[in-house]
């Protein structure tokens, strides 16, 4: 399965060098502006500290608010697009229009219809109606929909037994715990594990919650990187011979972090490798798969299930319920060994409230569905492989289009580059106005001159979606001039036409609209004990 | 390269300079060149800084000395073996079959009146916060599917936001997703390394957990005492007179809570804005338990105070307390707040949340509103009430600490009722549930700083809790630790009997 080829295509020179000059010309525009500004000569819509602290240290740095009122704010209407609808296959986009460049939005009321490429949907579980919906909906009445109290104290339910068991037996691992929040359950859970004296090798692109919990653990960081195993090998090399800095006694214990599927990027983590190395050098390895859950692997059951691992080879499964549960919150998953040490020691366990139980519900129909026991048969196949076929669909014409496309072949994530930030806004406007949802990315989520718009494809789209997205963007990249790529597209994409996809889905020829079947009562009979 | 004369007359053309090399004698010329050939060399020369030559002195290890190494290496299993923890782990297993709300329901039929957890104003199960709930989810589903910059914003969440800013009367709001991540992400985003940060030393975890993220200098003052922290104070502005230079791009900021879940008592908030001003330095206030829970007069103080508290720092709340769902959000000037939304981890790298909980959230606060603090100020009395009572009938049995119109008290065993242990406590809980009422030990993590030194019992108040489920709660604290005093009682006269047979 895993035929990757990990190299991506360079940045081109001249791309680079463009970009490079578009930046210092916004610098330069940027520190005019502020000149004028500050000279009276241009009205100053800066928020500026209250008098009654004026004398007080200023509470950020200049430069940082240089980038925010100089460059991001120009292109502020390309993020934060508020949604009125369920982030299904298609959204409706509020409009807004900003009468000063930026500074402040107006709302006019309207609001237009896109395909939603934006949102992590990946099985398309987001869904107002249908069996996971009407499931929330029973839990709430049953539940409320907040708990007030930690799991620890007296916040459990009893839907959140029965969601941990299921994640359970749906990963193979002998136990699992859930938590309310994703980016919590990285960021205060690495501390049960790893403390001073420890090792963390993380990967340089990994997620902001991970740099954070990593950080909170106390423990020496080394990066390597991305996703590059014979790196990783060095610094494990060193990190065992050499111990720790100045006192060079040996780590304690060494935890690779590393995530299933890389957001920015669309690359999925050469596992086998570093599951090979891991044993190798007795090194413990902590997987993240918030976006790899569901969306790889033919059971869906993320990054190990796609390269046919063993999941008792990962130490800690760690995945989210946001991304292909249509949820929120996250687990961990392993021996019980250690999710017995997570529930007794986590601190997001211990301190902060339990998951409401409409988002337990929510995710434990979605689990269900795919593991065959709820909705109509195959329905949970159904959804792999339909993402499965968008997203090799998809990134196969973006190639053929001649865009620079990052990422493994079947990864849901399809980010090609744009590179130069007024070509950045310009998609980003246009594409909207042409009805596609697309995000764009730029400095500081990436590194300066690789600023990238983002596909993320979902169960919930169909070909024709795809089809008309295609043409849009075929049209888009012609008008900005963004087909970089230098070489040839790879061989797989020859033979990903719609003949195939359509092959593909034969086994499956039911309509693709969401299942409008379950009443509430199904609902109750799903969640209840 | 060439060394010529210094000789101020003499002005030095380019062919002079030829000429020069040519009349020069040959050992110069050499000379010349070995200095030449000695800079390049050092050029191309590895560093000599110590540092830079792995494992301190000595060469670095072959690859066979290496692979040895790393045969011998033992590392610690990943976690280690502690023992389990029963009555922890247990928690997880007494599990609700209804909501958590004044009354709770259990899988074994019983139901439990609640005493354990924060839902002050009595707002879960609330018709009216569920069906604005249920609408919601029939509109949007459950979850948002991204954080807040890549379509995860909903129509709901920017309502909120102008809700909240308008309930404060700031400027601004921020929402976050989970009450834990939402003061742990607000502080690092302004107080970074370098910064001194002067908290609280009763301040709960997540407060913590934002201080040790921020990596700035952290100084604990003593809990709630305003005349330390201005020592402390003082002492740093005298350290500043020494090095202006350096103070001039030193943050500092004061961290305190509303009402300490630690401890249950209040933080002393015009004294403290009196030191802001004075030391300039930028307060942040946490009030996940306070908000809308203290006293009528004390709200109407934080709403109107507010104004002139809205610039200098954030106010921020987390807030999984009175409204239910869980949530949190930071309020204050556009100045201060608007910067998290580049900078607040928790906000940038977070899904948003879901908007069902935005928007029970949403009516939760309007219900607030419409109420004009009526349930604000029915939790008051209660809470003075119990606060009386517990003081008046339990004494000597039972200690309270906090303050008393605050919600939250805790509990511990006096002495003569045996050791106020962990166990005890849990026991007495136990014995709470066969009398049909639902009380909690306060938990807390090994690491945390802001524990106190006694377990406690955390006792949560209801704004709706009767006379008669008061009553019930203090008959059962009387017969159980009057119970306890007695085996005591029984154990220290046996012990005294024996004694003399020993002798």
């Keep these: ?529 | 390269m060439l060394i010529f004369v210094a000789d101020a007359d003499v002005s030095w053309e380019f062919s002079d300079l030829i000429e020069a090399i040519y009349s020069a004698p040959t050992y110069h010329l050499v000379f010349e060149g070995c200095l030449i050939l000695f800079i390049v060399g050092l050029l191309f020369q590895h560093s000599f800084l110590p540092s830079k030559r792995r494992g301190g002195s000595g060469d670095r290890l072959s690859k066979a000395e290496e692979d040895q190494l790393i045969a011998e290496w033992q590392p610690e299993p990943l976690v280690s073996g502690d023992p389990a923890d029963e009555a922890l782990l247990a928690s997880y297993q007494r599990c609700a079959t209804s909501q958590v709300g004044r009354s709770v329901t259990y899988s074994d039929g019983r139901t439990l009146v609640n005493f354990a957890t924060g839902n002050f104003l009595d707002f879960i199960g609330e018709a009216r916060i569920r069906d604005r709930a249920l609408a919601s989810l029939r509109h949007y589903g459950v979850g948002s599917c991204g954080p807040r910059g890549f379509y995860g914003t909903m129509d709901v969440h920017l309502h909120l936001e102008e809700q909240l800013a308008k309930f404060y009367g700031c400027e601004e709001a921020v929402l976050y997703s989970y009450g834990f991540s939402t003061i742990a992400s607000a502080i690092p985003s302004y107080a970074k390394r370098h910064d001194i940060i002067f908290a609280d030393e009763r301040c709960c975890f997540a407060i913590q957990q934002g201080l040790e993220a921020s990596r700035s200098k952290i100084i604990r003052f003593a809990h709630n005492d305003t005349a330390h922290l201005e020592e402390l104070l003082q002492r740093q502005a005298e350290h500043d007179r020494r090095d202006p230079k350096k103070a001039r791009v030193t943050r500092k900021f004061i961290v305190v809570e509303g009402l300490y879940v630690n401890c249950g008592d209040i933080c002393p908030l015009g004294e403290l804005v009196k030191l802001k001003y004075k030391y300039k330095v930028r307060l942040f206030v946490e009030e996940s338990a306070s908000l809308g829970t203290l006293g009528a007069t004390r709200a109407r103080h934080l709403r109107g105070g507010r104004r002139q508290r809205a610039g200098r720092g954030s106010d921020s709340g987390w807030n999984r307390e009175c409204s239910g769902p869980l949530r949190g959000f930071v309020v204050g000037t556009k100045y201060v707040v608007d910067h998290q939304r580049l900078s607040g981890l928790g906000y940038c790298f977070s899904a948003s949340l879901p908007p069902m909980l935005a928007a029970a959230a949403s009516e939760a606060l309007t219900m607030v509103d419409e109420m004009r603090g009526e349930r604000t100020a029915r939790l008051k009395s209660v809470s003075d009430r119990l606060h009386q009572r517990l003081l008046a009938e339990l004494d000597n049995l039972w200690s309270v600490e906090g303050a008393p119109m605050s919600p939250i008290k805790h509990l511990r065993l006096h002495r003569c009722t045996g050791e106020n242990s962990l166990p005890a406590l849990e026991a007495a809980c136990a014995a709470a549930a066969d009398a049909g009422l639902l009380l909690t030990v306060a938990r807390y993590v090994a690491q945390d700083l802001g524990q106190p030194a006694q377990p406690s019992i955390r006792l949560s108040v209801n704004c709706n809790h009767s006379d008669s489920e008061i009553g019930s709660l203090l008959d059962f604290l009387k017969s159980y630790a009057t119970g306890l005093a007695k085996k005591c009682f029984q154990q220290l006269n046996i012990s005294r009997k024996v004694r003399p047979w020993i002798i």
């Design chain 1, 1 to 529: 399965m895993a035929d990757n080829d990990h190299s991506e295509e360079p940045t081109p020179y001249i791309e680079a060098i463009v970009t490079y000059i578009s930046y210092v010309l916004l610098a330069v525009f940027g520190h005019i502006r502020d000149f004028l500004r500050n000279k009276g000569f241009e009205a100053n819509m800066i928020a500026t500290e209250p008098d009654r602290t004026k004398s007080f240290v200023p509470l950020y740095q200049n430069f940082e608010s240089f980038f925010t009122r100089n460059l991001y704010r120009r292109i502020r209407d390309c993020w934060n697009r508020p949604i009125t609808t369920c982030p299904g296959a298609e959204f409706e986009v509020m409009d807004r229009d900003s009468p000063d460049y930026g500074w402040t939005f107006r709302y006019p009321g309207s609001t237009t219809r896109a395909v939603n490429f934006g949102s992590y949907n990946y099985l398309g579980f987001a869904e107002s109606s249908g069996y996971c919906a009407d499931a929330a909906v029973a839990a709430t009445e049953m539940y409320g929909c907040g708990v007030g109290s930690s799991r620890t104290e007296v916040g459990s339910l009893n839907i959140h037994t029965q969601l941990e068991r299921a994640m359970a037996e749906y990963l193979g691992t002998e136990d699992a715990i859930v938590f309310p929040m994703g980016f919590a359950t990285n960021a205060l859970n690495m501390a049960a594990l790893v403390g001073k004296g420890c090792c963390i090798l993380s990967d340089e692109l990994n997620h902001s919650s991970l740099v954070l919990g990593s950080r909170l653990t106390g423990a020496t960081i080394k990066i390597f990187k991305h996703n590059n195993p014979a790196d990783l090998e060095a610094k494990l090399r060193e990190a065992i011979v050499y111990g720790q800095a100045r006192t060079r006694r040996p780590f304690t214990k060494i935890l690779i972090v590393v995530e299933g599927v890389y957001s920015m990027e669309g690359s999925i983590v050469r596992l086998p490798e570093i599951i090979a190395l891991k044993k190798r050098y007795q090194a413990y390895l902590y997987l993240d798969e918030a976006h790899s859950i569901g969306a790889l692997g033919t059971s869906g059951r993320g990054v190990v299930d796609y390269y046919g691992c063993d999941p008792r080879d990962v130490d800690v499964l760690m995945g989210t319920f946001t991304k292909s549960f249509g949820g929120a919150g996250g687990y961990i998953a392993g021996s019980s060994r250690l999710v017995r040490h997570v529930r007794q020691s986590s601190h997001s366990a211990i301190y902060g409230a339990s998951m409401p139980a409409p988002v337990a519900a929510q995710i434990l129909t979605a689990l269900n569905i795919l593991l065959g026991r709820a909705g109509p048969p195959d329905e949970g196949k159904r959804r792999l492989r339909q993402l499965s076929v968008n997203a090799q669909y998809m990134r196969a014409r973006l190639h053929q289009l001649g865009l620079i496309v990052y990422g493994d072949r079947d990864s849901p994530v399809v980010p090609f580059m744009i590179f130069m930030p007024g070509k950045v806004a310009a998609f980003a406007r246009l594409s909207l106005a042409h009805g596609l949802g697309i995000v764009v990315v730029g400095y500081p989520a990436t590194p300066i001159i690789e600023a990238r718009a983002r596909i993320c494809l979902s169960a919930a789209h169909s070909l024709d979606m795809i089809d008309r997205s295609v043409q849009v963007i075929d049209k888009l990249s012609r008008l900005l001039r963004i087909r970089y790529s230098r070489r040839q597209p790879p061989d797989w994409t020859r033979d990903r036409t719609r003949a195939w996809a359509e092959a593909q889905l034969a086994e499956f020829s039911r309509p693709l609209a969401p299942t409008h079947v379950a009443s509430s009562a199904n609902g109750v009979a799903l969640i209840g004990a």
